[in-house]
Nanobody, 120 residues
């Protein structure tokens, strides 16, 4: 599976931004978004299963972020609302066979990152 992430940018706190991840190849997998802030470890943000649309979110983004997929377009989206300065990071999409996992090492296919900067 080849992944292409896009949609990052600079916004002010409280504003919204939508990230996209284009997926080419096999579709029997879970796709997740991770992020990595400067000096921090990469962390799980949200994941979705391609076939069933099951979603998982990390606690800090619940109620603010929504992950979705468009099977026909082979796209996965991350709608980010009410952004905070602490959401500033490089965001990556990644895939793995099987169910969603929050563990970075269980993902073997990564797209390039897209920078999200939230000014306070």
């Amino acid at each position: 599976v080849q992944l292409q992430a896009s949609g990052g940018g600079l916004v002010q706190a409280g504003e919204s931004l939508s990230l996209s991840c284009a997926a080419a190849g096999r579709t029997n997998y879970a796709i997740s978004w991770f992020r990595q802030a400067p000096g921090e470890q990469r962390e799980f943000v949200a994941g979705i299963t391609w076939n069933w649309g099951t979603t998982v979110y990390t606690n800090s983004v619940k109620g603010r972020f929504t992950i979705s997929r468009d099977k026909a377009k082979r796209m996965v989206y991350l709608q980010m609302n009410r952004l905070k300065a602490e959401d500033t990071a490089v965001y990556y999409c990644a895939t793995r066979s099987g169910d969603i996992s929050e563990k970075i090492r269980e993902y073997n296919n990564w797209g390039q990152g897209t920078q999200v900067t939230v000014s306070s």
